[in-house]
Nanobody, 117 residues
Framework: QVKLVESGGGSVQSGGSLRLSCAAS????????MGWYRQVPGEARELVAD???????NYADSVKGRFTISRDNAKNTVYLEMNSLKPEDTAVYYC???????????WGKGTLVTVSS
């Protein structure tokens, strides 16, 4: 079983920055891609960014140039640096990780990011 714990959410004003972290733990931990999704009440969860074990990244068009995803494989941790935040970035942000052996997708409980204008 893999456990993902997010941290770093909070409230900021438009144009501000936040850094999210997600630490994975569990026995025989081996993860492929890790990423961040976000969800607004009443809407579908959407991909924000993901990163492979080798460091290849993928971003939603809406965050390109503003957000940066990175990971520390030794610490089984993925980060999301969010700059130039906009009110439309307000959402619950969820960490996601894919088990390398099981292929199972794991999810964190989410952390709320609120951007005020």
């Amino acid at each position: 079983q893999v456990k993902l714990v997010e941290s770093g959410g909070g409230s900021v004003q438009s144009g501000g920055s936040l850094r999210l972290s997600c630490a994975a733990s569990g026995r025989y931990l081996s993860l492929n891609a890790m990423g961040w999704y976000r969800q607004v009440p009443g809407e579908a969860r959407e991909l924000v960014a993901d990163i492979t074990r080798g460091g290849s990244t993928n971003y939603a068009d809406s965050v390109k140039g503003r957000f940066t995803i990175s990971r520390d494989n030794a610490k089984n941790t993925v980060y999301l640096e969010m700059n130039s935040l906009k009110p439309e970035d307000t959402a619950v942000y969820y960490c996601n990780a894919n088990g390398a052996v099981s292929g199972v997708n794991y999810w964190g409980k989410g952390t709320l990011v609120t951007v005020s204008s």
